[in-house]
């Protein structure tokens, strides 16, 4: 199966920052794609990253508060921007082996918003 | 439109008690996966299974078993002589074949295990 880091694994940040999260897999896959979890909460899909192209966001989520880039198969990044406390959450990258059908994730990087 | 039901939000056991997880979930679609993922405290979510809707095979995989019927749309997850190390947030996902891709995701069941 894929692996797949996630860089900070935690932050803590300052209300009005911006923090970028890192999301590098080891083999190339087909699909990569941007959660996040509230605290106690499941899963929510904040966009698909593309390769070579604008991410595919879901509703809800804007472009001007979660940039997304895929530059390659195998690595993506995911900017919260101008975060508040309500950003306080995990965010998790996760991706589709080439190989197909099967989601892996990453270990998460937990938000604190202070 | 997929909808993946987890009705039980939190379940308490005892080491060593077997204990079920419940997974109901609706599609229209004919092809389509299953998933089961574990969540830990440490906040990474773990693949445990997949399984497509031609095959309806129960799989058992050491202390966890899977039982699939498409007749009642469910998926349940079995854990025998349930352990500490088993406490956890348990989410169930389904995925149809083609279209978005973009799996859809129960609520989640946190079980924990006291020893």
């Known amino acids: 199966s894929a692996v797949i880091s996630q860089k900070p694994s935690r932050d803590i940040c300052q209300r009005g920052t911006s923090l970028t999260i890192q999301c590098q897999v080891d083999?190339?896959?087909?699909?990569m794609f941007w959660y996040r979890q509230q605290p106690g909460q499941s899963l929510t899909l904040i966009a698909t990253?593309?390769?070579?192209?604008?991410?595919?966001?879901e509703s809800g989520f804007v472009i001007d508060k979660f940039p997304i880039s895929r530059p390659n198969l195998t690595f993506s990044t995911l900017t919260v921007s101008n975060m508040s406390p309500e950003d306080s959450s995990i965010y998790l990258c996760?991706?589709?082996?080439?190989?197909?059908?099967?989601?892996?994730f990453g270990e998460g990087s937990w938000l604190t918003v202070v | 439109a997929q909808k993946v039901t987890q009705a039980q939000t939190e379940i308490s056991v005892v080491e060593k008690e077997d204990v079920t997880l419940d997974c109901v979930y609706e599609?229209?679609?004919?092809?389509?996966?299953l998933f089961w993922y574990k969540q830990p405290p440490s906040g990474e979510l773990v693949f445990l299974i997949r399984?497509?809707?031609?095959?309806?095979q129960n799989e058992i995989s050491g202390r966890y078993s899977w039982n699939f019927q498409k007749s009642t749309s469910s998926f349940n997850f079995t854990i025998t002589a349930s352990q500490v190390v088993d406490s956890a947030v348990y989410f169930c996902?389904?995925?149809?074949?083609?279209?978005?891709?973009?799996?859809?995701f129960g609520r989640g069941t946190s079980l924990i295990v006291h020893p």
């Open positions: 996760s991706v589709e082996e080439l190989a197909g059908n099967t989601i892996y």
């Open positions: 996902a389904l995925r149809i074949s083609g279209g978005s891709y973009i799996p859809t």
């Open positions: 083999s190339q896959v087909t699909m």
């Open positions: 399984r497509n809707s031609f095959d309806e």
């Open positions: 599609t229209r679609d004919t092809t389509y996966y």
């Open positions: 990253a593309n390769q070579g192209s604008e991410a595919t966001y």
